[in-house]
């Protein structure tokens, strides 16, 4: 599979890509297998940075520095 590398201002969620980080080589342990991780220095729209597995982003498993699984949603609390 090809590796398409993600661009400076590609924005997932709150995270907007900012550069390439850091690469992990992946073995598989039992297919052997080798894979290229690369994990994104990111900023949030909250302004912290969070270094995030490329898998990660384009799945959308991480859309925030951590900031929206906490945020509240005033929406769904309403009295009648
Ligand atoms: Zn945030």
Redesign the pocket.
């Known amino acids: 599979m090809k590796q398409i590398p993600l661009n400076t201002g590609d924005r997932f969620g ?2 907007t890509v900012v550069t390439l980080d850091h690469t992990d080589l992946y073995i598989h342990p039992t297919a052997q297998t080798k894979q290229t991780i690369e994990y994104y220095l990111c900023i ?5 940075t ?1 270094i995030v597995c490329k898998d990660h982003l384009k799945k959308g498993k991480t859309r ?5 699984v906490h945020a509240k949603r005033p929406n769904l609390k309403r009295h009648a």
Do not use: N
Request: with cysteine.
């Open positions: 709150k995270l949030c729209d909250c302004g912290r969070r925030s520095c951590g900031c929206l």
